[in-house]
């Protein structure tokens, strides 16, 4: 199990895109390197909108998190989905619908089960 500890994360940006993220234990609030995982057609302009925005938006101030999403232009999945949509659900359904539709949470939770 990931703890912070360790110094790399696997973030789900959408059904079909992650991003691999290695925080510096020297300058845990530094750039980070980023490897974005996924289809061309969809991690493509996130890559180059975090190309071209990383260096200017990212603040030592700011948490991680904060600061990719400054990057990103885009709100991190956290531990309860929040979304804009009021259907009537609480963040937990919508945070197992999101697991549910997650490759990377699906695995994840598979590893014991594994042969």
Same mark, same amino acid.
């Given at each position: 199990s990931?703890?912070?500890v360790h110094c790399h994360r696997r973030l789900a940006l959408a059904t079909s895109a992650s991003l691999?993220?290695?925080i510096n234990p020297l300058q845990p609030r530094g750039v980070?390197?980023?490897q974005f995982l996924g289809a061309p057609t969809v991690v493509?302009?996130?890559? @180059?909108?975090f190309n071209q925005r990383c260096l200017r938006k990212w603040k030592t101030s700011r948490l991680v998190r904060e600061n990719l999403e400054a990057a990103l @232009?885009? @709100?991190l999945p956290?531990?309860?989905?929040s979304t804009n949509q009021n259907d009537g659900r609480d963040g937990q359904q919508k945070l197992q619908d999101f697991r549910a539709e997650c490759g990377i949470c699906y695995a994840y939770r598979l590893v014991?089960?594994?042969p």
């Open positions: 990931i703890s912070r691999v993220l290695r980070c390197e980023v493509g302009p996130l890559r @180059e909108k @232009e885009l @709100e956290g531990p309860t989905c014991p089960y594994s």
